[in-house]
């Protein structure tokens, strides 16, 4: 028995030293993966540029447009009126989806009649989470909680996937916490008047393309390292559960 309890306790050890290290090298390549987007919100991600005004995105190429949201978007307020169209939610992991997609156990109203509807490529901020980013642009067409806010592009200044990247990026995320009202952190709002206030950075249409395609072959790599390191991950606490088993068995 005391052989077997060494044998464990220098193995499991070992392996548990390998999993910390992997955990950690996931860790290292999410952060890698969020500066790679905040150097797509400025544009450095396209290489060296010439540096104009600046704000909470920080410095960017003075060839790029800025405006307030609220010359880009306006306030959505139309409500369903049988409550039948596909039900969104909002998530800082995923942005907007379809709620049949997620794995959601929270009450649902008897019916969905007034909630208000979301068109595609419309921005929806949940109003109680956009301090921990739940807000983006919506793929699909839907109706989301009348408690959510729901802004519809002025104009096409926005490719989808780029504004989407944008309003989820660190930089934005915290000049929305910055504006968000409340008197505790976990109570803050983001209200229509504060988000429509926001300066947004507004490269041309070309630029965003280029620059979600230069971010797609930076993350492509990270995404590699990182489907290996959780196959790894898999294996090493399968043979430490393996281990214990044939230990405890005499094996």
Do not use: C
């Given at each position: 028995q005391?052989?077997?309890v060494?044998?464990l306790?220098?193995e499991t050890?070992r392996?548990?030293?390998?999993?910390?290290?992997?955990?950690?090298f996931?860790?290292?390549?999410?952060?890698k993966?969020a500066?790679?987007?905040?150097?797509?919100?400025d544009?450095?991600?396209l290489?060296?540029?010439?540096?104009?005004i600046e704000?909470w995105?920080?410095?960017?190429?003075?060839?790029w447009?800025?405006?307030?949201?609220?010359?880009?978007f306006?306030?959505?307020?139309d409500r369903?009126?049988?409550?039948?169209?596909?039900?969104l939610?909002v998530?800082?992991?995923?942005?907007?989806t379809?709620?049949?997609d997620?794995d959601?156990n929270?009450?649902?109203a008897?019916?969905?009649?007034?909630?208000?509807?979301?068109?595609?490529?419309d921005v929806?901020?949940?109003?109680?989470?956009?301090?921990?980013?739940a807000?983006?642009?919506?793929?699909?067409?839907g109706?989301?909680s009348?408690?959510?806010?729901?802004?519809?592009p002025?104009?096409d200044?926005f490719?989808?996937?780029?504004l989407?990247l944008?309003?989820?990026?660190?930089?934005f995320?915290?000049?929305?916490?910055?504006?968000?009202?409340g008197?505790?952190?976990s109570?803050l709002?983001l209200y229509?008047?504060a988000?429509?206030?926001i300066?947004?950075?507004v490269?041309s249409?070309?630029?965003?393309?280029?620059i979600?395609?230069?971010?797609?072959?930076?993350t492509e790599?990270?995404e590699?390292?990182?489907?290996?390191?959780?196959?790894?991950l898999?294996r090493?606490r399968e043979?430490r559960?393996?281990?214990i088993?044939?230990?405890?068995?005499?094996q």
């Open positions: 005391k052989a077997i060494d044998f306790d220098q050890a392996i548990d030293q390998l999993i910390a290290k992997r955990e950690a996931l860790s290292l390549i999410d952060e993966k500066s790679l987007a905040v150097k797509a919100v544009g450095s991600i290489g060296a540029v010439v540096k104009g704000d995105f920080g410095a960017l190429p003075e060839s447009q800025v405006k307030r949201a609220k010359f880009l306006r306030e959505r307020q369903s009126e049988a409550g039948e169209e596909e039900l939610t998530s800082h992991i995923t942005g907007v379809r709620r049949s997620k959601v929270m009450f649902l008897e019916s969905m009649e007034g909630y208000k509807l979301v068109s595609e490529g929806v901020i949940n109003t109680m989470w956009a301090w921990m980013g807000m983006g642009v919506s793929p699909i067409e109706l989301i009348p408690s959510y806010g729901v802004y519809a002025r104009g200044a490719e989808a996937d780029y989407d944008l309003l989820r990026s660190r930089p995320v915290a000049e929305a916490t910055r504006r968000s009202k008197i505790y952190s109570r709002r229509p008047d988000f429509l206030d300066l947004l950075p490269p249409r070309e630029a965003q393309r280029a979600l395609t230069a971010l797609k072959a930076a790599m990270e590699k390292l990182a489907t290996l390191s959780r196959l790894s898999d090493l043979f559960a393996a281990l088993t044939a230990a405890v068995t005499g």
